[in-house]
């Protein structure tokens, strides 16, 4: 048996709302509108992932997702040029990534990070 694919669902009143989030912030395109629901995607091909975690790290909370970017301090600059909050600044952290957390608009803590 081979998983081919983990789509992260959002429950939310407002798909738009979250929709120009993800699409301004990481540049993935909607692939999908059917009003209710909202698919978007890159071009990347990635590897299937599932982490089970007690923690963030460093003291922070298990986020609700991890993206993982290649220039996190762009994707940085455009989460404070775009007015986001950001709940955990820009870290290079001792396991080899550099990340920030930052909520959508639904409430969902994001760690977007690159490594280093």
């Given at each position: 048996m081979t998983v081919k694919r983990?789509?992260?669902d959002i429950a939310t009143s407002s798909v738009d709302e979250v929709r120009e989030f993800y699409a301004e912030l990481f540049d993935l395109e909607t692939i999908m509108d059917q009003g209710w629901i909202a698919t978007m995607?890159?071009?990347?091909?990635?590897r299937?992932?599932?982490?089970?975690?007690?923690?963030?790290?460093?003291g922070t909370p298990v986020p609700d997702a991890s993206i993982e970017v290649d220039d996190v301090d762009e994707v940085y600059r455009r989460a404070k040029e775009l007015g986001h909050k950001i709940e955990y600044e820009l870290t290079n952290e001792p396991w080899g990534v550099r990340r920030f957390y930052v909520n959508d608009p639904a409430g969902k803590l994001l760690n977007v990070l690159s490594h280093l």
């Open positions: 983990i789509v992260f995607a890159s071009d990347a091909t990635a299937v992932q599932v982490s089970i975690a007690s923690e963030g790290g460093s």
